[in-house]
C-alpha cells in the first residue's frame, strides 16, 4: 500500500502541474507538492526504522529530481533534510488531523526557504522574501488538504499506521 | 573522558564532511550545466517511464500536435522563390544565420520544471534525433527559449521566462520610426511580460511595436517574432528605457515545441 501511495503521489505531482492549468509559474493556490507531503505523512510507518525513512526520503527526491526538475541531487538533499525535520517534530509532538496541517505549513516553508538559500548562496537567482511568501502561500492549500486526505486514508486501510501513531 | 572527547571530535569531524560534501553536491546540482553519463541514463530511463504515464495525458494533447508542423513554416515564411533570393542576398551582404539554414527537430513537451524558480521543460528529443546544446526552441507563435542541456533520449530547454542574469538574447524593435536594439533578459513573472533593457532613450517606440530576434550574437537567427510592446518605462536617471513585452505564447501552456537545428554546410 505504502508502494502505491507513493507512485500515485509521485506521479499525479507531475500531472497536476503539467496537464492541469495550475502550474509552477503562473501559481495558482492549488500547486501541488505531493511527494514531499507523502513523505511527511508516512513518517509513523519508520518509526522504529529511522535510517529506512531517510534513505526513502533520499530516493524519492532523487527521483523527483530526475523525472520534475534536472537538478540532480538537489531535492535529494533537501527532502532528507525534510525528513529529519520530521522525526524531530514528531518526536515531541504526535502526528494526528490537528497537528499535520501546522507540520506541513512549517515544513513547506521550510523547503522553499531552504531552496532561496542556496540560490542565493550559488548566485543563481536573486529571490527575495516576498517571493518566497508568495511561493509559500501559494503552496499551501491543496497540500495541507492533501495531507488530511493521505492521512485519513493511511488510518482508515492501515492497521501498522495507526498502531505506529 | 579521553575516550568520550575523541568520540566527539570525530562526530565533529563527520559531521564537517557531511556538510562539506552536501554544499558541494548542491552547487554541482545548480550550477551544471552538462549531464554526465550516469546522469544521462537515469535521465533516459525516467524520460521512458514518463512517455509511459503520461500516455493518456498527451495523447489528450494530440489535437493541438497537428499544427506543430506547421509551426516552422509559419516562423521561416519563405516560399521556394524567396529562399533563392534570400541565398542570393547572404551571399551578397556574407550573412552566416539566416532562417533558411535550420532544419526542424519538432518535439513533445514531457515536463515542465517543478521547481517555481526555473524555467525549463523537458521534451521527448535528444541527441539520437540530432538535438544539440544552445539549439533555438520555437512554436508557431515565436521564439521560447534554446536546448541547455541533452541526454540520448531527451533535452532540456530553458524558456526565455528564466530569470537567469546570464541569459540575454539580442533583440529588433521594429516600428513605424525605424528600427531598434535592446537586450531580452528578464520576464515579470506576475505580469507575463517579457523584459526588454538598454533601449536608448531616444529611440521612438510606440506600444504595439513587432520585437523580433536580431541576429546580433551569432546565436539566434534574426527575425523570429518574440512579441509586441505592451509597456514602455523611461528608467530613474532618464537614460535608457525599459521596454516590456506581451508574448504571444501562454507559457503555462506549451505541449509541443520546434527545435531548429544549424544545417551541415
Not at chain 1, 507540520?103 to 542565493?120: A, D, E, Q, V
Not at chain 1, 511568501?133 to 488538504?145: P, S
Not at chain 2, 550545466?33 to 489528450?60: H, N, R, W, Y
Not at chain 2, 528578464?186 to 526588454?196: D, F, P, T, V
Request: net charge positive; glycine share 6%; with cysteine.
Amino acid at each position: 500500500m505504502k508502494i502505491v501511495f507513493l507512485c500515485f503521489s509521485f506521479f499525479l505531482d507531475g500531472i497536476l502541474s503539467n496537464f492541469l492549468s495550475f502550474l509552477p509559474n503562473t501559481l495558482s493556490f492549488c500547486t501541488p507538492l505531493l511527494t514531499l507531503v507523502f513523505l511527511v505523512v508516512i513518517f509513523p510507518l519508520y518509526k522504529k526504522n529511522k535510517k529506512k525513512y531517510f534513505l526513502t526520503a533520499g530516493i524519492l527526491g532523487f527521483c523527483y529530481d530526475l523525472f520534475y526538475t534536472n537538478l540532480l541531487f538537489f531535492n535529494a538533499c533537501l527532502f532528507v533534510e525534510i525528513a529529519y525535520l520530521t522525526t524531530i517534530f514528531c518526536k515531541r509532538i504526535p502526528l494526528n488531523y490537528g497537528t499535520l496541517p501546522i507540520l506541513l505549513i512549517l515544513l513547506i516553508g521550510i523547503y522553499h526557504l531552504s531552496t532561496i538559500f542556496f540560490l542565493h548562496l550559488f548566485q543563481v537567482l536573486n529571490p527575495t522574501l516576498g517571493d518566497f511568501f508568495y511561493l509559500w502561500t501559494h503552496t499551501i492549500f491543496l497540500n495541507v488538504l492533501m495531507g488530511e486526505i493521505f492521512y485519513f486514508i493511511f488510518c482508515f486501510c492501515h492497521k501498522k499506521y495507526v498502531k505506529a501513531l | 573522558m579521553y575516550k568520550r572527547r575523541k568520540d566527539r571530535k570525530k562526530k565533529l569531524l563527520w559531521i564537517g564532511i557531511t556538510i562539506f560534501l552536501l554544499f558541494f553536491v548542491l552547487f554541482y546540482s545548480l550550477t551544471s550545466s552538462k549531464l554526465s553519463f550516469i546522469e544521462m541514463i537515469g535521465k533516459d530511463t525516467a524520460t521512458l517511464i514518463q512517455k509511459v504515464v503520461l500516455f493518456p495525458f498527451t495523447a489528450l494533447n494530440e489535437e493541438k500536435g497537428k499544427t506543430m508542423t506547421e509551426s516552422y513554416t509559419i516562423q521561416k515564411n519563405v516560399n521556394v522563390h524567396l529562399e533563392k533570393e534570400i541565398e542570393e542576398l547572404k551571399e551578397l551582404l556574407k550573412l552566416n544565420h539566416t532562417l533558411t539554414e535550420y532544419t526542424p527537430i519538432n518535439a513533445m513537451v514531457l515536463s515542465r520544471n517543478r521547481s517555481y524558480w526555473f524555467q525549463n521543460i523537458t521534451v521527448d528529443k535528444g541527441k539520437k534525433d540530432g538535438v544539440g546544446k544552445d539549439m533555438i526552441v520555437i512554436t508557431s507563435d515565436g521564439l521560447i527559449g534554446k536546448v541547455s542541456k541533452t541526454s540520448y533520449l531527451s533535452s532540456e530547454i530553458s524558456l526565455i521566462t528564466m530569470n537567469d542574469v546570464n541569459y540575454k538574447i539580442s533583440v529588433s524593435i521594429a516600428g513605424n520610426k525605424g528600427e531598434s536594439f535592446a537586450i531580452l533578459n528578464g520576464y515579470e513573472q506576475k505580469k507575463g511580460l517579457l523584459k526588454l533593457t538598454g533601449v536608448d532613450k531616444t529611440a521612438a517606440l510606440e506600444i504595439g511595436d513587432t520585437v523580433t530576434t536580431s541576429g546580433l550574437g551569432g546565436m539566434y537567427p534574426r527575425g523570429i517574432y518574440i512579441g509586441k510592446i505592451e509597456k514602455i518605462q523611461e528608467d530613474k536617471y532618464g537614460l535608457s528605457k525599459t521596454v516590456y513585452v506581451k508574448s504571444k505564447q501562454d507559457f503555462n501552456q506549451i505541449h509541443y515545441v520546434t527545435i531548429l537545428k544549424e544545417k551541415e554546410k
